[in-house]
């Protein structure tokens, strides 16, 4: 075989003489060949083995450093590994980001997760007493109003069998005698009959018509109304009691000090949704339970008497009576108020596996948009900042553009009164660079229209701010910091302290199991070697000091392998679970019929 090397130096635009004696393999630039490169090393099942924990993730974080086991008891380190005798050099953990758009992996990890979670909340499990089940339950929607006409898809009644492929015939969209026009010229009027993929589903018939400001204002505030909306509840129900002569209970502190509660309580959990509008409205499971002054903590039947009357009577109250302004703006002197829509929906969930609406049924719709963002209404982007604001926010855009403005136009600084889009826009060439000046509060020189060293430190601050900080200077500020989400600041998925278990469990939980089968795996394996070198869980503690190395794969081959090898292990799991639920259904000493 000929040589490749070079037999005279090569230049800048021509190889040297004689590098063409053989053509330089090329395949490992690709991703097939960079994962063949990768098979054909001596260590590749070990990497596998190594990688396993974060194999199906897109883009799994990579830690770096030493890894000590210390041995309770005596304080003594009694192992040391280092990352750098691991394959490459690290240790891979899953991003566990929840957004199915982002990592699909980890989204259907945390779909799982919620949904036990929320079917432990209706069920029990998972150290959740069995009792719950019988406690009244209703699966609640609380929508945002309108804040003008949208088209939209309107079926009467509905003939399919699968709602998520729905054919039915809709009706038209806004059909009218009269084809009137709106103020600013525009058709009033649709008779379309869209189909469940319209990409115009959600958009407004006149942008210049909607209420941005205000549905921007409704979704930062959406959390408060649902707290007030929760409180108003309870003390419906506590009124209740009061009149049919239930006494409250008298439950000890922390402190040692006795107070009476009222004897039932609501123990919620709820999803947030956005629709393709861009307004959020919540998916709420409202558990009634009771209380006992012994162990105010415990989860106990609510009181006799109370039933699902009760508590549905008690939501649909709240909702309609609960409704308040926010505080003054400078475009807004009286504010913008805040309360549900009219369509608010309450159906009682079944427990015993029968009916429209069961547990399963519900814990599985509402860990659905768990996983989900601003998917609905086209727009994913991450944290908006003031150099990257310009690429989304536009008043005279499309909706999401107009609502994005209305993020940042709302939420700026209280002591400047002029709105965005009344500012003189100084024009920028294309690059986004201008001349170079100096900042006025740090003294940093830059050509980026926004000085990058007090972004940085004003987006740390945010980021280390608590959640409990007053904002009674401006309480729009957080517009700006959630104009990515089109002004929804919470989480996605919130529960009442004792309705369920935690995320944090349920992972500590699966954790535990994944050590204590790796080490069983590894006895069975290796048998008196392995004893040498294996230590207890319960007397031993694994102390790391990692730092963080970097995030996604090496190459695009090692996604390949790693993803290939966690998709055909997440089909091995499902063949089973099928297999395990056709034995169980399948009476014993009879055979399938074959095919």
Avoid at 159 to 182: F, I, V, Y
Avoid at 271 to 300: K, M, N, T, Y
Wanted: aromatic residues 6%.
């Amino acid at each position: 075989m000929a040589s490749t090397l070079d037999l005279t130096p090569r230049t800048a635009l021509a190889r040297g003489v004689g590098s063409n004696a053989d053509t330089p393999p090329v395949y490992d630039y690709t991703a097939e060949g960079s994962a063949f490169v990768r098979a054909t090393q001596p260590d590749y099942f070990g990497w596998l083995e190594h990688v396993r924990a974060a194999a199906g993730c897109t883009r799994p974080i990579r830690l770096a450093g030493s890894l000590y086991t210390v041995d309770q008891a005596t304080g003594r380190v009694v192992e040391q590994r280092h990352t750098d005798a691991m394959p490459d050099a690290a240790i891979y953990t899953a991003c566990g980001n929840r957004r199915a758009t982002i990592c699909p992996s980890c989204a259907q990890t945390y779909q799982r997760d919620a949904f036990q979670l929320l079917r432990a909340g209706l069920v029990g499990g998972k150290g959740i007493p069995d009792t719950v089940a019988s406690h009244p339950a209703v699966f609640a929607t609380f929508t945002a109003p309108s804040f003008g006409t949208v088209h939209a898809r309107v079926v009467k009644q509905h003939t399919c069998s699968n709602r998520k492929r729905c054919d039915c015939r809709a009706e038209p969209c806004h059909a009218r005698r009269d084809a009137g026009l709106c103020p600013h010229g525009r058709p009033a009027v649709c008779w379309a009959r869209h189909e469940t993929g319209d990409k115009v589903l959600g958009h407004p018939l006149c942008l210049d018509c909607y209420d941005h400001d205000h549905q921007v204002v409704w979704n930062i505030f959406s959390g408060e109304l649902w707290h007030r909306t929760k409180q108003a509840a309870e003390r419906y129900l506590a009124k209740l009691a009061r009149r049919r002569g239930i006494p409250r209970v008298e439950v000890v502190t922390a402190s040692g000090n006795t107070r009476r509660v009222p004897p039932v309580r609501l123990s919620p959990g709820k999803v947030a949704e956005l629709q393709a509008r861009g307004a959020v409205h919540f998916h709420a499971i409202a558990r009634l339970d009771g209380v006992d002054g012994q162990d105010p903590d415990a989860v106990v039947p609510p009181p006799a008497g109370f039933g699902l009357v009760d508590l549905v009577d008690a939501l649909r109250h709240a909702a309609e009576q609960i409704g308040f302004h926010t505080p003054a703006h400078p475009d807004r002197p009286h504010g913008w108020p805040i309360a549900w829509g009219k369509q608010v929906d309450l159906e009682p969930i079944n427990t015993s596996g029968t009916g429209e609406v069961t547990d399963s049924l519900v814990a599985g719709y509402l860990a659905k948009y768990a996983t989900k963002s601003t998917e609905a209404t086209g727009h994913t982007s991450t944290r908006l900042t003031a150099e990257s604001i310009g690429d989304y926010a536009d008043p005279d855009g499309d909706h999401t553009a107009r609502l994005i403005d209305a993020c940042w136009r709302i939420g700026r600084p209280t002591h400047s009164s002029v709105p965005l889009s009344e500012r003189p826009r100084d024009p920028r060439p294309r690059s986004g660079f201008v001349e170079r000046w100096e900042c006025p509060d740090c003294g940093t020189h830059t050509r980026y229209a926004a000085c990058p060293v007090c972004v940085a430190q004003r987006q740390a601050a945010l980021d280390t701010e608590t959640a409990t900080k007053p904002t009674a200077t401006n309480p729009y500020a957080r517009l700006r910091r959630w104009a990515h989400m089109l002004g929804y600041g919470g989480h996605f998925l919130t529960k009442g302290r004792r309705y369920s278990v935690t995320f944090q469990l349920l992972r500590d939980t699966r954790i535990a199991y994944r050590r204590h089968e790796h080490h069983h795996q590894a006895d069975e394996h290796t048998g008196p070697h392995h004893a040498v070198t294996h230590h207890d869980d319960d007397t031993t503690l694994i102390v790391g000091a990692l730092t963080f190395a970097g995030v996604g794969w090496h190459t695009s081959g090692d996604a390949l392998l790693a993803n290939t090898a966690a998709a055909m292990a997440r089909e091995r799991q499902a063949a089973g679970r099928e297999e395990l639920a056709h034995e169980l259904t399948t009476p014993a000493g009879t055979v399938p019929a074959a095919a």
